[in-house]
């Protein structure tokens, strides 16, 4: 069937390489350029970035703070959930789920639930997948909606914990910023008899604080928000297969299902969605599903 091929040349397209996630290097480099040229503007010296002492305090302070708050496995994750910001999210678009779901919600009317196990080898998401195995399997439709349900909350879990040590990160970032700051002033205090070289000291102070502040609010406050964000557009893909699932389970027409699905693709999407459906969907003579 159309909705099938297209599902399956979906999924060939996104494992098939690494897809940049824009945003996130615009925002990295915005970031930065924001940075140097605001410093330059206000006539800042650049070679004061050039700071082991202020780098080490932060970045490894950060590090620091979170395995105090973390446990190692939680934080042996911080690389991967960094890559994941760098990576774009490899989800089928919800107008081609709600064409695949109706396709086999009207070869499951015609034929039986048991015609769409050979489906099942081009279906490349594993929750997808699991569903309609429990399905055809012919397990209660309770049954199937509480462990997919579940999946999906423990999934949800997974991603809070991911954004928290983001987050944490953020709020201790500018506080060790502070902290180098006094440290870098500690150390000025013992210039007071050299005038030019006090100043180079108290500049060379604040610079922790300039680190600690943008790294905390430019990117780790931002990057957990991000994971937050592509959690939820994750939960809804599953939400909307969840309640495809349980629809072809319980035989509904596939115009019921279309309409329930539907609502889970935005309204400027909606329109172009249905009408690709509609001619495909009409009334079919439901059949025994065992």
């Not at 960094?82 to 695949?100: C, H, T, V």
């Not at 944490?168 to 180098?180: D, E």
């Amino acid at each position: 069937m159309f909705a099938s091929a297209l599902y399956l040349s979906f999924c060939c397209q996104e494992l098939g390489g690494y897809v940049l996630e824009i945003s996130t290097v615009a925002g990295l480099v915005l970031g930065v350029v924001a940075i140097v040229v605001g410093m330059f503007l206000k006539g800042a010296s650049l070679a004061a970035l050039i700071n082991p002492a202020a780098f080490l305090i932060i970045f490894a302070g950060t590090a620091a703070s979170l395995l105090n708050a973390f446990s190692m496995v939680q934080v042996k994750k911080f690389p991967i959930l960094l890559k994941k910001l760098f990576q774009k999210q490899a989800l089928m678009a919800k107008s081609e789920l709600l064409l695949l779901l109706v396709d086999m919600s009207q070869r499951a009317r015609r034929e039986g639930l048991l015609a769409l196990e050979p489906l099942l080898e081009e279906i490349k998401d594993p929750f997808l997948k699991s569903g309609l195995t429990m399905t055809i399997d012919g397990l209660d439709p309770e049954l199937v909606a509480d462990v997919l349900a579940l999946d999906v909350h423990l999934m949800e879990e997974r991603h809070r914990n991911g954004a928290l040590l983001f987050s944490q990160a953020g709020m201790y970032a500018p506080t060790l910023g502070v902290l180098g700051a006094v440290i870098g002033l500690i150390a000025a205090l013992g210039n007071l008899n050299d005038i030019e070289k006090l100043g180079h000291s108290i500049a060379a102070a604040f610079v922790a604080t300039l680190l600690g502040i943008f790294t905390g609010y430019v990117l780790w406050h931002p990057f957990a928000n991000k994971l937050k964000m592509m959690s939820k557009e994750e939960v809804e893909i599953k939400k909307m297969m969840l309640e495809g699932i349980l629809s072809i389970q319980s035989g509904e027409n596939p115009a019921t299902v279309e309409a329930k699905l539907r609502v889970f693709i935005p309204a400027s999407e909606r329109d172009i969605a249905v009408k690709e459906v509609a001619p495909g969907v009409q009334e079919e003579p439901s059949v025994g599903t065992s």
